[in-house]
């Protein structure tokens, strides 16, 4: 049954593979037929007409760069445009780019460009896809920090990236809204309270204080010394009963902020759960070594000091109150957080703090429900399964994701993938290399105050590979599941975890030689078999008898119905993904016959009409001289040169709608026939190529363009 299932699971995986491929491709000649279908509209445009002349290189020679800046600011360019929608298409879903350049940027850079990572590429509400994309940057970024540390207290307090990520993501819509949420009902329980708000502990400054208020109320100077000791301000019987009030008031006020945050777990966003999930495994994996206690501080830092504790002392700035923060409530806040900040660090209060001491029990008493918090907190879902997505339902989107970014993020952006262009895309080929190289050098003068919104349609122009199993880890699974029914089958004395794998094959043979079992016998054959083959491919070693591999087993065997029940949501999700992909399949296929019918419509409309019928029969020909082409510069270059000489004639006719065919004459005889579309002309225009060559010539585009809307009216 095990078998079964991981077949499955491969099969539905090749599936995916040559579906994506399919749609990849489908995907691409629908965008190619969508801009076709423009370039024609556009084309009937009297403007259009004068552009394809040579009067428009004059002017575009004057403008240099700054016309390229003004054109961004501009809403771009069209070609400008396609380039940077690739480009951040590329950073919104391959995570390394991202991943690579938040370690490279200078420090004073880092603000700036995370927002506009974060908020404007992954947007600042909440949408499934986004938020998938977003937590797979994090698992990059978490991956390239825990490189980089040695100890929890190097990622806590060493100038780490990753805790200014997390401060980022969490001034998205959830967070706040979160915040709002839980904070808002306790905070104006506790402003409404400003007048009582006084959490001074020290008995002296409270011996002071009261004697301050009793000659302001008398009129009249007091006798008391102000100079006395603590123990003598503690024996003052009014000093006991301000302390302890003020002692209950603040543990109460603690309490709210606790209850709140214990009680609205199941709020809290779900991502920076998934975050401190992560960095959870990610420590125990890395940092072996570390204490538990350590591994409690992770979510606490991240949760409280880095998300929760800034917005109690700064309300009013989060806009949890509408009101402004009195001066004694704020003073008060700040000893709140202190006694929280303790609190989740499962602290108590020593020597230095000696006027909070009196806190410890009721801390203490806490400490059992922060463990189960933090341990409940990191309890989440993978993102496939929380948010019910897929990486592979970016191939099935009928709608193109969007950004809103302005003119000077755009620029920037594209500054600084340029200045690291080497470190984030080593190999040549690389995608984000192509797209930089498509786009040339940034402008330079971009106005960083002009903060006008542009949109972008994010799209992606290259091949979509799904990532499949290699051989070598297909076989090591394989293996794995031959060993089981061998465990299951053969009488050993030790336990799994300290196995020997050579021991159980050796046992294995002997009691299938005793009780003549050639089913038992065959499989033991094959994973020796196989054993051979991973030890080549160094999956596995010789050299320390096999005790990796064993390890896995014995985890597999731990966690057997842990990893059947993720089979199965596997074996759904590959299901659901195909079925999608199919649909999608589908649907591109109608949208490409509905377009392919409409651009012939398009093209029949717009050929020459006489007496309002279409013309059905052949358009031309139209003879001309070699030296009458070169004359109107549609001709450029000869190849051979020698042909020149010869001056042909050129007869181009047209017998189907934009397909135009041209045939070289000498002395009459035909020497060679060429064929030019319609479309192609229009996509090299589109694109600023000025040449279409062909075999035995070179032809200027625009100009070939004018000499053919001139006698055959394509174009107007």
Request: aromatic share 6%; with cysteine; net charge neutral.
């Amino acid at each position: 049954d095990d078998d079964d299932w991981i077949s499955k699971i491969q099969e539905l995986k090749k599936q995916l593979a040559i579906e994506i491929r399919r749609n990849h491709v489908l995907d691409r000649d629908l965008n190619k037929l969508d801009k076709k279908i423009a370039l024609l509209i556009k084309s009937r445009d009297p403007k259009f007409i004068e552009q394809c002349l040579n009067i428009k290189l004059k002017s575009q020679k004057k403008k240099g760069k700054a016309s390229e800046a003004a054109a961004i600011q501009n809403k771009l360019d069209a070609k400008k445009t396609d380039f940077y929608q690739d480009m951040f298409y590329l950073l919104q879903t391959e995570p390394r780019y991202l991943a690579k350049i938040i370690f490279l940027v200078q420090p004073e850079q880092m603000e700036s460009f995370l927002e506009t990572v974060i908020l404007t590429l992954y947007g600042d509400s909440f949408s499934p896809r986004e938020e998938l994309l977003l937590l797979k940057l994090f698992q990059k970024a978490i991956e390239l920090e825990f490189a980089l540390i040695k100890n929890v207290s190097d990622f806590l307090t060493g100038g780490s990236v990753l805790p200014t990520m997390v401060v980022t993501y969490n001034r998205r819509k959830p967070g706040i809204e979160y915040l709002k949420k839980v904070l808002s009902p306790i905070m104006k329980q506790i402003i409404g309270k400003a007048d009582e708000l006084n959490f001074e502990l020290n008995p002296v400054t409270i011996h002071s204080q009261m004697i301050n208020e009793m000659e302001i109320r008398t009129g009249e100077k007091s006798t008391i010394d102000k100079n006395i000791t603590e123990e003598q301000a503690l024996g003052n019987s009014e000093v006991k009963v301000i302390l302890d009030k003020r002692v209950k008031d603040l543990q109460d006020i603690c309490e709210l902020f606790l209850d709140g945050m214990v009680h609205s777990l199941s709020n809290l966003p779900y991502g920076l759960r998934w975050i401190c999930k992560q960095i959870r495994l990610t420590t125990q994996k890395k940092l072996p070594d570390c204490t538990a206690e350590d591994i409690l501080r992770l979510p606490a830092y991240f949760v409280f000091f880095r998300f929760i504790n800034p917005a109690i002392v700064t309300a009013d700035a989060y806009n949890i109150i509408d009101v402004e923060m009195p001066a004694s409530v704020r003073k008060a806040l700040v000893v709140v957080n202190k006694v929280l900040g303790f609190l989740f660090n499962l602290r108590v209060f020593g020597a230095a703090e000696k006027h909070l001491m009196a806190l410890n029990p009721w801390m203490q008493s806490k400490h059992e429900l922060i463990v189960d918090y933090f341990n409940s907190l990191v309890h989440v879902d993978e993102p496939e399964d929380a948010l019910q997505v897929t990486k592979y339902m970016e191939l099935t989107q009928k709608t193109k994701p969007v950004i809103y970014i302005t003119a000077h993020e755009i620029v920037s952006t594209h500054k600084i993938l340029l200045q690291h262009l080497n470190e984030l895309a080593p190999e040549k080929e690389d995608n984000m290399r192509v797209v930089l190289n498509d786009l040339g050098a940034p402008p330079d003068d971009v106005d960083e105050s002009d903060d006008k919104e542009l949109q972008l349609t994010l799209n992606n122009r290259f091949k979509v590979d799904m990532e499949e199993e290699s051989e070598s880890l297909r076989l090591y699974n394989q293996t794995k599941e031959l060993v089981l029914p061998i465990l299951r089958a053969v009488p050993i004395m030790n336990s799994i975890a300290r196995l020997n794998l050579m021991d159980l094959m050796e046992a294995g043979i002997n009691f299938a030689a005793d009780t003549s079992n050639r089913t038992l016998s065959a499989q033991i054959n094959r994973v020796l078999e196989n054993i051979q083959i991973l030890e080549q491919a160094g999956l596995v070693s010789k050299n320390d008898n096999y005790e990796s591999f064993v390890r896995d087993i014995a985890l597999e065997v731990a966690n057997r119905n842990a990893i059947k029940e993720q089979q199965k949501k596997e074996i759904q999700r590959l299901t659901t993904t195909l079925e999608s992909l199919q649909k999608h399949s589908a649907y591109v296929n109608e949208q490409i016959t509905d377009y392919t019918s409409y651009m012939n419509e398009c093209r029949e409309h717009y050929r020459p009409r006489k007496k309002g019928k279409v013309k059905k029969k052949k358009v031309g020909p139209f003879k001309f001289e070699y030296k009458e082409l070169v004359k109107k510069k549609v001709i450029v270059e000869t190849d051979p040169p020698s042909a020149a000489k010869k001056a042909p004639t050129f007869i181009i006719s047209s017998d189907s709608v934009g397909v135009f065919d041209i045939e070289a004459k000498i002395a009459g005889v035909s020497v060679d026939k060429m064929q030019i579309e319609l479309d192609d002309l229009l996509d090299r225009h589109h694109n600023g190529i000025d040449k279409l060559e062909l075999d035995q010539v070179t032809l200027d585009v625009n100009m070939t363009l004018h000499l053919l809307n001139k006698h055959f009216r394509i174009l107007s």
